[in-house]
């Protein structure tokens, strides 16, 4: 059986990413999102493949200074309940240690799923000014049912330049962020 994979998002997953998160889109389940923002924000997308092929996707988006949003999170509906949506946010967080956010939020109806990642309850009010602009976007704006969790401190995977350069003390030099994407790009 081929193995799951995740990589940085690239040019020819845009319309196969768009048909994923927008087919979930209506039915209300993520946000809708343009070509146009999904190309815009593609640096920010992991996507989970198996033989080449697409089964999910996953975001982290910079929501201000040090904060950071899984978004547009999804799995393939005939894939479901295989691990791939886990193996997907763990990556996220790994990457956001990489990244050096001090949290990462996530707004879920899927609350024991990211619990169990290790995401904390928290009230979505004390993120209300960074959220606005998605909020005023969303249909479901004026009746939202999402949860809001926050994973605090997230940590770079063990073995990563960051973790290595943490371990070292100040005064190590850390790789860029081309260098870092450049790095998972060849797996
Ligand atoms: C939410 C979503 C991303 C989860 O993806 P997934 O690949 O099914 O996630 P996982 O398989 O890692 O985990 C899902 C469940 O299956 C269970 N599971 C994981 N691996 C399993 C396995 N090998 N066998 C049986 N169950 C398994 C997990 O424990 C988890 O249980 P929970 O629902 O009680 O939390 C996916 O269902 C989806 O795309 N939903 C629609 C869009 C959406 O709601 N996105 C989230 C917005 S924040």
Known sequence: MAE?????????????????????????????RSEESLRARLPDFLVAEEGGELLGCGALSELGPGLGEVRSLAVRVDRTGRGVGRAL????????????FA??????????????LGFELTD???????????????????CCDETA????????????????????????????QAGLRAAQARG
């Open 89 to 100: 946010v763990a990556r996220l967080v790994a990457w956001a240690g990489e990244r050096e």
């Open 124 to 142: 979505r009010r004390l993120f209300e000014d960074k959220l606005r602009t998605d909020c005023q976007a969303c249909p479901l704006n004026v």
């Open 103 to 116: 949290q990462v939020l996530a707004l879920t109806r899927r609350v024991s799923f990211f619990q169990a």
């Open 4 to 32: 799951l994979r995740l990589r940085p998002a690239r040019e020819s997953d845009v319309a196969p990413l768009l048909a994923l998160i927008n087919g979930y889109a209506e039915r209300r389940m993520l946000l809708q």
């Open 149 to 176: 969790l926050v994973m605090p401190a997230p940590r770079p995977a063990a073995g990563s330049a960051r973790a290595r350069a943490n371990a070292a003390g100040p005064g190590v030099a850390w790789a860029s």
